[in-house]
């Protein structure tokens, strides 16, 4: 059974760092891509950045230059590194996989419980 779980989050003021992470359990043979989304209250959940299995990256808008994505393969845990946070980041991140490959008996995506992260001015 596929697991995700995050880890990291807090409280932190306008201009701090967090550094989350996401540990990934639960299946063999799948290549993973793998993401972070946020959904602030009232609002829905959105896409922040998400690193493929072929190490390419991409982020939100709002977060290039400030939140940096990576991955330990070994360990199967992913990260998000955030620096400059603003009050407009609080919200709670949530871990996503999307499992692939032939021999995967996984196929799918999957999703974490979710860690929040509250940026006070």
């Known amino acids: 059974q596929v697991h995700l779980v995050e880890s990291g989050g807090g409280s932190v003021q306008a201009g701090g760092s967090l550094r989350l992470s996401c540990a990934a359990s639960g299946y063999t043979y799948c290549s993973a891509d793998m993401s972070w989304y946020r959904q602030a209250p009232g609002k829905e959940r959105e896409f922040v950045s998400a690193?493929?299995?072929?190490?390419?990256?991409r982020y939100a808008d709002s977060v290039k230059g400030r939140f940096t994505i990576s991955q330990d393969n070994p360990k199967n845990t992913l990260y998000l590194q955030m620096n400059s946070l603003k009050p407009e980041d609080t919200a709670m991140y949530y871990c996503?996989?999307?499992?692939?490959?032939?021999?995967?008996?996984?196929?799918?995506?999957?999703w974490g419980q979710g860690t929040q992260v509250t940026v006070s001015s």
């Open positions: 690193i493929d299995s072929n190490g390419s990256t």
């Open positions: 996503r996989t999307r499992l692939r490959g032939g021999y995967c008996s996984d196929v799918g995506a999957y």
